[in-house]
């Protein structure tokens, strides 16, 4: 299966600023998804990053907050914009494996918001 | 788009016990139906899966039976020892249309000894 380099892996920010996670996948995949962790919830999906086309946002989550970036087939970034304390959670990133080989997580990065 | 309810959200149990929890998922079309186990700090690690040509898996003290018919499926874990404390979730896609996982919202269960 697919390995995930994620960074940063954790993060302390002031609010009002922004902050880049990347995603570095050691193969080509056709959609990255990218996931939300509140504290103490499960994982909400905020976008799924096609290559080539503008991600599509979930229910909830808008271009301007969540800003994607799909620029190859082995690579994502999310930023988190203009951030409030509420946005403090475990972002992660996923893609789907080919076969039977199921999905493949990053190991999340832990953003704090102050 | 696909919805996927989780049951309990908390499970208390005596150690060797069986522990089972329920997910609901609404869309006929998902055909992927993972559980995950996450530990504190940690990211979710997949468990076991089923796919939706067969009805039941099993792997050593864990099972996961599927119903999709009702939409249901099952996570079973037999003899349960305190390392098995964790949240668990269970999620459901059409993995063939590499869609993305959408998950319950956990179980927190406490095996305790």
């Known amino acids: 299966s697919a390995v995930i380099s994620q960074k940063p892996s954790r993060d302390i920010c002031q609010r009002g600023t922004s902050l880049t996670i990347q995603c570095q996948v050691d193969s080509q995949v056709t959609m990255m998804f990218w996931y939300r962790q509140q504290p103490g919830q499960s994982l909400t999906l905020i976008a799924t990053?096609?290559?080539?086309?503008?991600?599509?946002?979930e229910s909830g989550f808008v271009i301007d907050k969540f800003p994607i970036s799909r620029p190859n087939l082995t690579f994502s970034t999310l930023t988190v914009s203009n951030m409030s304390p509420e946005d403090s959670s475990i972002y992660l990133c996923s893609v789907a494996g080919t076969g039977d080989l199921g999905y493949t997580f990053g190991s999340g990065t832990r953003l704090t918001v102050v | 788009g696909e919805n996927v309810e989780q049951h309990p959200s908390t499970l208390s149990v005596q150690e060797g016990d069986s522990a089972v929890i329920k997910c609901t998922y609404s869309?006929?079309?998902?055909?992927?139906f993972p559980w995950y186990k996450q530990e504190l700090g940690k990211r979710p690690q997949l468990i076991i899966d089923?796919?939706?040509?067969?009805g039941e898996k099993k792997d050593q003290r864990i099972a996961v039976t599927l119903n999709k018919t009702a939409k249901h499926f099952s996570l079973h874990i037999t003899e349960t020892q305190p390392e098995d404390s964790a949240v668990y979730f269970c999620a459901a896609s059409m993995e063939q249309a590499g869609t993305a996982l959408i998950f319950g919202k956990g179980t927190t269960l406490s095996v305790s000894s």
């Open positions: 990053a096609n290559q080539g086309s503008e991600a599509t946002y």
């Open positions: 089923i796919r939706s040509n067969v």
């Open positions: 869309d006929s079309a998902s055909n992927y």
